[in-house]
């Protein structure tokens, strides 16, 4: 292999990993998008054929039928409303199929049961797989900061939805 061979073949290689991280971060604005449009078909269609996510004091599901269930069943009548930002992503591509990323997330939402806006913040551990082509999340762990109400902050009280 001569050396201008293996230059090319090592920028074809930055620029597919460059590629797969903005694909990753993409996938994971649309997946925040999706939440708070809550269009079921739409957040499904940023997870993996068989995934898993847990959501802490939201629970754990294990199966893409749980998720599904808990993102069309569970949240919409206690969470009718969320905003979601995103902060300071970090992504690793660790293989052609493989990566993981993390996320500081803040939401502002609306607690229908006890008629509350809301403040939520927290960090988002994933793993992605490359499926067909297309990066989706294949598990993830949300862990919260804190839960609280607007008008409380997360000095004066750190409250649980359950």
Known sequence: MTKETEQLKNLEQRMRVLEDVEAIRKLKARYAYAIDSQVLKDIMNNFALECSADYGPFGNYKTRSEVEHFFGVTIPPDLPFTLHWLHNGIIDVNSEITATGQWYFTAAGTHK????????????????????????IKKMLCTFFYITAYEEGWVKEKMTLK
Do not use: L
Request: aromatic letters at 16%; glycine letters at 4%.
């Open 113 to 136: 049961p006890t008629n509350r806006a809301i403040w939520m913040a927290g960090k988002y551990n994933d793993d992605f797989i490359k499926e067909n082509d297309e990066w989706k």
